[in-house]
């Protein structure tokens, strides 16, 4: 079964500045999605970021990117110019093409911007 | 932007109460999710749908749940008998793709409380 995980609970940056936010998962399968949504205090699910797995290119949307590395399958989302409204949970979630499509969801990781 | 709406926004429930939580998922969108966040745990996945017939669910969506789509719009979850560890954040998803490349939109959520 597939799984994923974030290892930072919490993360804080400095406003304007750029964190990285970290994502592994594990699975046997080649063809599959990679996502980040955030979720702010409204605990609304905001998709942020995905990324196929089938594609080299990494997926950048305006100040956020990723660096997706399938070999060692990890798949982190740095935020660029970081601003107040960024704050919030960040989830990474994974979804098989091949075999079922929920999405497996990592822990989260809180962050917050300090201004 | 198109938008899933879901309705309330907040519900609380006496334990062994049924409750329907409602769903309005984006009008071209065929595949349609429900899952679950438990107060600062991970999300989980419950149940997906498509074509007027549950096509995955996970272990937690047991016989007290069930979903249905009554009109073309509503997408509703049934909760027959509540727990109190059904207490949880009811997010509604829908996609306009079952290969996941499109990612998910994501309601604001239900907040259900069940004391």
């Known amino acids: 079964a597939q799984t994923v995980t974030q290892s930072q609970p919490e993360m804080s940056v400095q406003e304007a500045e750029t964190v990285t936010l970290s994502c592994t998962y594990d699975t046997s399968e080649s063809d599959y999605y990679l996502f980040w949504y955030k979720q702010p205090p409204s605990r609304q699910m905001i998709l942020v970021i995905r990324q196929e797995a089938y594609k080299q290119q990494n997926a950048t949307e305006n100040r956020f990117s990723v660096n997706f590395q399938k070999a060692a399958k990890s798949f982190s989302l740095k935020i660029s110019d970081s601003q107040l409204g960024d704050a919030a949970m960040y989830f990474c979630?994974?979804?098989?093409?091949?075999?079922?499509?929920?999405?497996?969801w990592g822990a989260g990781t809180k962050l917050i911007i300090k201004p | 932007e198109p938008e899933v709406t879901q309705t309330p926004s907040h519900q609380v429930t006496q334990m062994g109460q049924e409750v329907i939580l409602r769903c309005v998922p984006i009008s071209n969108h065929l595949y349609f999710y429900w899952y679950r966040q438990i107060l600062g745990q991970k999300v989980e996945f419950l149940v997906s749908?498509?074509?007027?017939?549950?096509?995955?669910k996970s272990e937690i969506f047991d016989d007290q749940f069930s979903v249905e789509r009554p009109d073309g719009s509503n997408f509703t979850l049934k909760i027959r008998s509540t727990k109190l560890e059904d207490s949880a954040m009811y997010f509604c998803a829908s996609s306009a793709q079952q290969s996941g490349g499109s990612g998910y939109t994501f309601g604001s959520g239900t907040r259900l409380t069940v004391v």
């Open positions: 749908f498509y074509n007027n017939e549950i096509s995955e």
């Open positions: 979630a994974y979804r098989s093409v091949e075999s079922n499509y929920q999405l497996i």
